[in-house]
T-cell receptor, first 114, second 114 residues
Framework: ETGVTQSPTHLIKTRGQQVTLRCSSQSGHNTVSWYQQALGQGPQFIFQYYREEENGRGNFPPRFSGLQFPNYSSELNVNALELDDSALYLC?????????????FGPGTRLTVL | DQQVKQNSPSLSVQEGRISILNCDYTNSMFDYFLWYKKYPAEGPTFLISISSIKDKNEDGRFTVFLNKSAKHLSLHIVPSQPGDSAVYFCAAIPPQGGSEKLVFGKGTKLTVNP
């Protein structure tokens, strides 16, 4: 069973640029959630995708957008990058068949905005 | 406004002793709580959970206690081992129908000294 993978591992961008982060969900999972973890903070929910549709969104501006593909992999896109977007971006997958929302996390993408 | 609070940023214990990690929450509608463990350069991994209808759940060396009246939960690790050294996150599942999927605390860094 393949776990959750994310790419790239690290990324450096400058203010105003756009970035795309990728996530492959665990085998058998149809739901992907994205979290932002700033330094010294806990993960903060960005949004969730279920069967290619957005299924809940946290308190993030519209320049944070996402996609889920038919194979349940997902992308997180961030436009007009700001310095405060520097963080670890975590992807988590889960199954709608689970009794509760146990999410399995990938290792994250470390984004640095200069 | 933080709904899940871990007020101790760090905890240090001796190998073999008990580790107690605390978590408080403000929303009495939370109905499920989870603990995640995170090693550096890895994503959080699920450790143990508890439903709001229970006050205790045990899994090997790990026990979670829930005090609903105090809106408080704690994770006990007995006996603590050096491999338990990690950041521990408390998380809660909001009431059904909310856009948030998991609400995390800021984490407590546990160090178990040999």
């Amino acid at each position: 069973e393949t776990g959750v993978t994310q790419s790239p591992t690290h990324l450096i961008k400058t203010r105003g640029q756009q970035v795309t982060l990728r996530c492959s969900s665990q085998s058998g999972h149809n739901t992907v959630s994205w979290y932002q973890q700033a330094l010294g903070q806990g993960p903060q929910f960005i949004f969730q995708y279920y069967r290619e549709e957005e299924n809940g969104r946290g308190n993030f501006p519209p320049r944070f957008s996402g996609l889920q593909f038919p194979n349940y992999s997902s992308e997180l896109n961030v436009n007009a990058l700001e310095l405060d977007d520097s963080a670890l971006y975590l992807c988590a997958s889960s199954s709608d068949l689970a009794v509760y929302n146990e999410q399995f996390f990938g290792p994250g993408t470390r984004l640095t905005v200069l | 406004d933080q709904q899940v609070k871990q007020n101790s940023p760090s905890l240090s214990v001796q190998e073999g002793r008990i580790s107690i990690l605390n978590c408080d929450y403000t929303n009495s509608m939370f109905d499920y709580f989870l603990w995640y463990k995170k090693y550096p350069a890895e994503g959080p991994t699920f450790l143990i959970s508890i439903s709001s209808i229970k006050d205790k759940n045990e899994d090997g060396r790990f026990t979670v206690f829930l005090n609903k009246s105090a809106k408080h939960l704690s994770l006990h690790i007995v006996p603590s081992q050096p491999g338990d050294s990690a950041v521990y996150f408390c998380a809660a599942i909001p009431p059904q129908g909310g856009s948030e999927k998991l609400v995390f605390g800021k984490g407590t860094k546990l160090t178990v000294n040999p």
